[in-house]
């Protein structure tokens, strides 16, 4: 697999875990994996489509892995005992900014 666009530093930052602890680094990373994957399935299209010529993601794009992957460092199990909603202007606002709605 390609270098993630999000890296382990910036979902640790995200995460508010320190950097200092590693124990769940391997963890972190795969979960970075998955939400790249999850977007870009989400966006129909390849992630790789919709960097700049630089090679960066555009940021909101960025931040809706970031969102992904804290919802699943926080939610390790398929069912929540606690109601919850949706933030409005969050994760599925990000994606239909950047969704190619023609594949």
Do not use: W
Not at 19 to 42: C, W
Not at 72 to 81: D, G
């Amino acid at each position: 697999m390609a270098a993630p666009y999000v890296s382990l530093e910036q979902a640790k930052k995200h995460l508010m875990v320190d950097a200092s602890f590693t124990e769940d680094d391997g963890y972190i990373f795969e979960l970075i994996e998955v939400a790249e994957n999850v977007v870009a399935e989400e966006l129909c299209v390849t992630l790789a489509e919709i960097e700049t010529p630089e090679g960066f993601m555009p940021p909101g794009v960025r931040q809706a892995i970031l969102l992904l992957v804290g919802n699943y460092y926080s939610n390790r199990e398929p069912v929540a005992f606690a109601s919850s909603s949706k933030v409005p202007l969050s994760y599925d606002y990000l994606i239909g900014l950047y969704r190619n709605y023609k594949g």
